[in-house]
């Protein structure tokens, strides 16, 4: 049974930095492509950041670029989104996703499977 687990989110000050954690069991991190999103309130879920299956290569949104940086761990089955000089308007709830279309586009697709989430609050 696959399941997916997300950590690391809290409150943070503008500027600040979270790194997200995305814990896998019952399945490895090369399995699928597999990737960060998040839904701001009132907003659709965005793909933010991913990791191939293919060659492990990372794709970033043009939102995050510069700021963000994802990594993965196989020995411990998880997926890191490290999050730097946060905003106001990084807050949200950022999920763990896999099965997903990893690229230049980072999108889900309808077998993609999910964490619970994380929520972070980004305020002065």
């Known amino acids: 049974q696959v399941h997916i687990v997300e950590s690391g989110g809290g409150l943070v000050r503008p500027g600040e930095s979270l790194k997200l954690s995305c814990v896998l069991s019952?399945?490895?991190?090369?399995?699928?492509?597999i990737g960060w999103f998040r839904r701001a309130p009132g907003e659709e879920r965005v793909g933010l950041a991913c990791?191939?299956?293919?060659?492990?290569?990372?794709y970033l949104a043009d939102s995050v670029k510069g700021r963000f940086t994802i990594s993965g761990d196989n020995a411990r089955a998880t997926l890191y989104l490290e999050m730097k000089d946060l905003k106001p308007e990084d807050a949200a709830f950022y999920y763990c996703g896999a099965d997903i279309r990893c690229g230049p586009d980072i999108s889900s697709t309808g077998w993609t499977f999910w964490g619970q989430g994380t929520q972070v609050f980004v305020s002065s």
């Open positions: 019952g399945f490895r991190l090369d399995d699928y492509p």
């Open positions: 990791l191939s299956d293919r060659d492990g290569s990372t």
